[in-house]
């Protein structure tokens, strides 16, 4: 716990774990955490600051140049930051989890996993008001999913709000993305099928049912609705 506040380099790492039993997922001895600090770049090794200032901590602190000071404090901010979105995505409040990881996101914006989770709990959220008939809310929530995660899955949602709300340009957009990134999409293809069909526009509306069709020759539905095709 207080060599995870120090930056530590491959070197320390090794010298910290010289003498410590192989570990594996059979036979797990040691677990060791990589902190945030492991990526950022100081100009001291942190090393060589632990050895030669063992004696009182403050010696250590005091050897970091005055420059990289308000990095280490930013590093243990986005620590704790992270340390509280995971313990609010583990408990269900996501209203805390999206407080909390955009703060975290300010810090570290191009973090896969917080970019991953935050995205996540944006499409959660919508599908929550999409089930309660609240699209304004919904399509809120899909589209700054969609900001931090390009997916088929809050593409078809995200349609499927515009849709409910009476906004079938922006619905047959999000279909086609939907099917841009996933070409095995059934549903997206009877959806934008069916719109295009209310359209008028008969010739996509052919072409995308029985591209469904093609996918899964037993959908009744896509069956049904190439019926009504002229």
Do not use: C
């Amino acid at each position: 716990e207080i060599l995870s506040r120090f930056y530590l380099d491959r070197q320390a790492l090794a010298e910290i774990a010289k003498d410590v039993k192989p570990n594996t997922d059979n036979h797990p001895v040691v677990e060791f955490t990589a902190p945030f600090y492991l990526y950022t770049p100081v100009s001291v090794s942190p090393w060589q600051v632990i050895a030669e200032n063992i004696s009182p901590i403050t010696s250590i602190t005091a050897a970091i140049r005055e420059e990289d000071k308000p990095t280490l404090l930013q590093a243990e901010k986005y620590r704790q930051l992270r340390l509280q979105a995971r313990n609010a995505f583990i408990a269900g409040d996501y209203a805390t989890f999206i407080r909390v990881s955009e703060e975290a996101l300010a810090i570290e914006p191009d973090s896969p996993s917080l970019k991953r989770n935050l995205a996540r709990s944006y499409f959660d959220i919508g599908t929550k008001y999409f089930l309660e008939d609240q699209d304004e809310k919904a399509i809120d929530n899909f589209k700054k999913s969609l900001l931090l995660l390009d997916s088929a899955e809050t593409h078809i949602n995200l349609a499927q709000s515009y849709e409910n709300s009476g906004d079938i340009s922006q619905a047959q957009d999000h279909y086609e993305q939907a099917i841009a990134l996933d070409k095995k999409l059934v549903f997206a293809y009877i959806r934008l099928g069916g719109l295009e069909l209310e359209m008028g526009d008969v010739n996509d509306a052919r072409k995308h049912i029985t591209e469904a069709l093609r996918l899964d020759p037993e959908n009744k539905e896509a069956r049904e609705l190439l019926d009504q095709v002229p």
